[in-house]
């Protein structure tokens, strides 16, 4: 009997060392700057910084990725962004868009199902940030206002001193 149970803790001994345990989720998105549903994001110069639990930087995710990123407009028309992968920080990835917005838009961010990171886990599933642009008329108006009563305290404290 203690050899039977001898052969059969060695067995699941050897079973248990030659089988490889994983508890890796897999690629994913931990942060977005803009978050999803943002607003009053700029009309020039705008990004989308993009935090992984993984490093993304490595030649073959790059040329992987290369169509994981669509931005459009409220309209569905896809806009130019250029992709950059970061030297400082490797969980980062930086979507650049290549035009000015239009105030008041809606845009929206796809980042596709088969983003792969570094090490080659794939996102598995896919991911749409979407943010609202700014109203800059509105802008206008507020600092044109503040201009106004500026100049009006201007004109009244000279005339009191």
Known sequence: MKRIGAI????????LMTT????????EVTDTYPRDGG????LVNTGVKLYFNEPMKGSKAIKADEDCFKFTDEDGKVQKIKVVYSDKEPNQ???IINQTLKQKTTYKLTISKDL???SGNTLGKEETISFTTRDTSMDTKVNMGMMAVMMIGMVWFTSRS
Request: glycine fraction near 8%; include cysteine.
């Open 8 to 15: 059969l803790c060695l067995s699941l001994l050897l079973v």
């Open 20 to 27: 490889s345990f994983s508890f890796a989720t897999g690629l």
């Open 39 to 42: 607003k009053g994001m700029q």
């Open 93 to 95: 990835v930086l979507v």
């Open 116 to 118: 792969m990171s570094q």
